[in-house]
């Protein structure tokens, strides 16, 4: 089993930053793919970047870019959505994922390993 753990959402006015982490524990993770979804109330949840274990270019959705990024610290097994200028619309609840031995996709129904996900709400 492999078990994502997100952490740092919170409250913060538009315009303002937060900073979420993923941190993946179980099985030894040697190559697979952890992702970042977000769902807001009413809504699918849409795809919001991803990065491989194996390094390389990491992946946002096209309106993200710009605002969001994201990192690595593959010593701790952590994932870091950096997110930046928030909007309104940005409010939700953030998802992290993992598909092991697998492409990045931003099909949430290909991953199987889902944290619990962490509120992140941005107030006008």
């Known amino acids: 089993q492999v078990y994502p753990v997100e952490s740092g959402g919170g409250l913060v006015q538009a315009g303002g930053s937060l900073r979420l982490s993923c941190a993946a524990s179980?099985?030894?993770?040697?190559?697979?793919?952890l992702a970042w979804f977000r769902q807001a109330p009413g809504k699918e949840r849409e795809f919001v970047g991803g990065i491989k274990s194996s390094g390389g270019p990491t992946s946002l959705a096209d309106s993200l870019k710009g605002r969001f990024t994201i990192s690595r610290d593959n010593a701790k097994n952590t994932v870091l959505l950096q997110m930046n200028s928030l909007e309104p619309e940005d409010t939700g609840v953030y998802y992290c994922?993992?598909?092991?031995?697998?492409?990045?996709?931003?099909?949430?129904?290909?991953?199987?390993?889902w944290g619990q996900g962490t509120q992140v709400t941005v107030s006008p």
């Open positions: 994922a993992i598909r092991l031995n697998a492409q990045l996709s931003t099909d949430a129904r290909l991953y199987r390993y």
């Open positions: 179980g099985r030894a993770l040697s190559r697979y793919v």
